[in-house]
């Protein structure tokens, strides 16, 4: 049991370390914390960035945070970036507050 949990040990020191977070994500986050009611109880649960049939860039982040009642809820954020040598150019942004609700809704009918 010891040399099983001192190889596991071993094979996590030995992987390689976390890539940095890509710019997009970061600023889409600043973005959300800055709107949260309580940034406080903030909870990243996913981060994604992909580029999308028309070219340009969405970021989607699910969280978990305390709405304006104290209550936990989980919600995602989109943030969407042109293209720039096929990276999100986080100078300029698209739209930071797209509803995810009118897809949702497209796909349960």
Same mark, same amino acid.
């Given at each position: 049991?010891?040399?099983? $949990? !001192? *190889? !596991? $040990?071993?094979? *996590?020191?030995?992987?390689? @370390?976390?890539?940095?977070? @890509? @710019? ?7 973005? !959300?914390?800055?709107? !949260? ?7 990243? =649960?996913?981060?994604?960035? $992909? ?7 969405? $970021?989607? =982040?699910?969280? /978990? ?7 936990? =809820?989980?919600?995602?954020? +989109? ?6 040598? /096929? ?6 942004? =698209? ?5 995810? +609700? ?8």
């Amino acid at each position: 049991m010891r040399r099983a $949990v !001192l *190889a !596991l $040990v071993m094979l *996590a020191s030995c992987a390689s @370390p976390q890539q940095a977070e @890509p @710019p997009a994500i970061a600023q889409c986050r600043e973005y !959300l914390l800055k709107k !949260l009611k309580a940034p406080s109880t903030y909870k990243q =649960i996913q981060a994604d960035q $992909v580029k999308m049939d028309d070219g340009k860039w969405s $970021v989607v =982040i699910q969280y /978990d945070a305390a709405n304006a009642y104290g209550t936990p =809820i989980r919600d995602n954020q +989109v943030c969407r970036y042109p293209d720039l040598n /096929d990276q999100p150019d986080t100078r300029k942004y =698209i739209d930071f507050d797209e509803d995810l +609700v009118a897809d949702a809704m497209k796909a349960a009918s």
